[in-house]
C-alpha cells in the first residue's frame, strides 16, 4: 500500500523558512518522480515543485522560483521541500504526490505564514 506521510509545517512570519518531508513507502521510491503540491482556501490546488528519480532534474512554479527547492534522499524514501522567504499567499495545505498509473497523496500539511 502506498502512503505518503508529510510533515513539517507550521505557522511562520513573512521572510522565514520551513522545510517540509514526505516519507514514502509502499512502492519502490527511487523508481518515481516525486511532487509538491499545495491548496489554499477557495483555490485550486496548484503544483509547486517536481524532482526526477534520481533528483538532477527539478521543476518550480514561477511563483516559488529562487525561494523553494526540492530535494529528495533516496536511502531514507524522504522527498523534501525547502522554503525559504516565506510571503503570506504561501499560505496553503501542501500535499506530496506520487504518479503511477493514479495519482497518490498524503494527508498533508498545514502552512500559515503570517505577521
Known amino acids: 500500500e502506498v502512503q505518503l506521510v508529510e510533515s513539517g509545517g507550521g505557522l511562520v512570519q513573512p521572510g522565514e523558512s520551513l522545510r517540509l518531508s514526505c516519507v514514502a513507502s509502499?512502492?519502490?521510491?527511487?523508481?518515481?518522480?516525486m511532487n509538491w503540491y499545495r491548496q489554499a482556501p477557495g483555490k485550486e490546488r496548484e503544483l509547486v515543485a517536481s524532482i526526477s528519480r534520481g533528483g538532477g532534474s527539478r521543476d518550480y512554479a514561477g511563483s516559488v522560483e529562487g525561494r523553494f527547492t526540492i530535494f529528495r534522499d533516496n536511502v531514507k524514501n524522504t522527498v523534501y521541500l525547502q522554503m525559504n522567504s516565506l510571503k503570506p499567499e504561501d499560505t496553503a495545505r501542501y500535499y506530496c504526490n506520487m504518479r503511477r498509473t493514479d495519482d497518490y497523496w498524503g494527508q498533508g500539511t498545514q502552512v500559515t505564514v503570517s505577521s
Open positions: 509502499g512502492f519502490t521510491f527511487s523508481s518515481y518522480p
